[in-house]
């Protein structure tokens, strides 16, 4: 995945902003939320490329969503 991605968390397609070097343990990565602009970290292991093709919410990718869970 790289920055400017569209990425999938949590079933909800964010924007990848950043993340930390792959060396760091339990890296952390950077998303925005691009109908609200909310930015918030994540585990970088629980995000998921956006499948080719997908167009955003219209897949079936948005279940709900809390950035705090």
Excluded: C, W
């Excluded at 924007?15 to 585990?43: C, I, K, N, W, Y």
Aim: aromatic share 8%; charged share 30%.
């Amino acid at each position: 995945m790289k920055i400017g991605d569209n990425v999938i968390y949590r079933g909800r397609v964010l924007v990848l902003l950043g993340h930390d070097p792959m060396s760091v343990p339990d890296r952390h990565a950077q998303v925005e939320d691009p109908e609200t602009g909310e930015r918030f970290d994540v585990l970088y292991d629980e995000l998921e490329p956006l499948p080719t093709g997908a167009q955003g919410f219209d897949q079936g990718f948005d279940q709900g969503f809390d950035p705090v869970a």
